[in-house]
């Protein structure tokens, strides 16, 4: 069982999101003892923004592109492997102006690639990530939980996150919200915090 740890705060040490994927982490070695771990912090090593040429080369065949098309997609490759070679993916993502961070949108556009992540089957796609479990612990710092910011539409991660993770065939999903951990107060936050930790130690379990 091999493990792919990302995280995406820009808050280093201080981050919320990063200490319960590193919680996470912690919990699924205690349970299964060392695992095969592949860590990528996308804050520190954020993917390029696909160029004219990346789209160019991700629409011509392997065997047509041009070396300046294959120089474009080199980055892309690499991150599409360690996916494919992972079978759980533990994620930390603070939530940004109810969404992703941008650091996450585009490694997302790096990764989403026609018939190496999904593939067009004469009149259906097809995701190509298959039996990966995802997780994916997400902090938001106003409250979350009464309903009202969800009434209102402003979560726009995890639904995003549901239908282009799905369309490559990341079907299981678990979101842990973190929430709220800035706008409430303290108690508030040491509480949020406090229940993302039992959650994630009941999950593990169930791993
Ligand atoms: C640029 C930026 C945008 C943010 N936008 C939102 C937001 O839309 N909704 C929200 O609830 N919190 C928002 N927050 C607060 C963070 O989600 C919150 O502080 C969270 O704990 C950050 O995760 P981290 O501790 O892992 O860095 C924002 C924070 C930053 C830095």
Redesign the pocket.
Same mark, same amino acid.
């Given at each position: 069982m091999k493990v792919l740890h990302i995280?995406? /705060?820009?808050?280093g040490e201080?981050?919320? /999101?990063?200490?319960?994927s590193a919680f996470f982490m912690h919990s699924l070695q205690s349970r299964f003892g060392e695992l095969p771990v592949d860590y990528l912090d996308l804050s520190v090593n954020t993917p390029s923004h696909p160029s004219a040429l990346f789209v160019q080369g991700n629409y011509t065949l392997a065997e047509d592109r041009t070396p300046e098309m294959e120089a474009a997609l080199e980055e892309s490759e690499a991150l599409v492997d360690r996916l494919h070679q992972a079978d759980i993916y533990v994620i930390?993502?603070?939530?940004?102006?109810?969404?992703v961070?941008s650091n996450v949108k585009v490694f997302i556009d790096n990764i989403v690639r026609i018939n190496r992540t999904f593939r067009k089957q004469d009149n259906h796609y097809e995701g190509l990530l298959k039996n990966k479990k995802v997780y994916i612990i997400?902090?938001?710092?106003?409250?979350?939980n009464d309903g009202h910011?969800l009434a209102n539409g402003?979560d726009q991660l995890q639904p995003y996150l549901e239908k282009v993770f799905g369309f490559l065939g990341l079907d299981n999903l678990t979101f842990i919200n973190? /929430?709220?951990?800035?706008?409430s107060g303290q108690e508030a936050r040491i509480q949020a915090i406090e229940n993302a930790r039992v959650r994630i130690s009941h999950i593990v379990q169930t791993i």
């Open positions: 995280d995406s /705060s820009i808050r201080r981050s919320v /999101s990063k200490e319960l930390g993502m603070p939530m940004y102006n109810f969404s961070p997400s902090s938001r710092g106003a409250d979350f910011m402003m973190v /929430s709220p951990t800035q706008f």
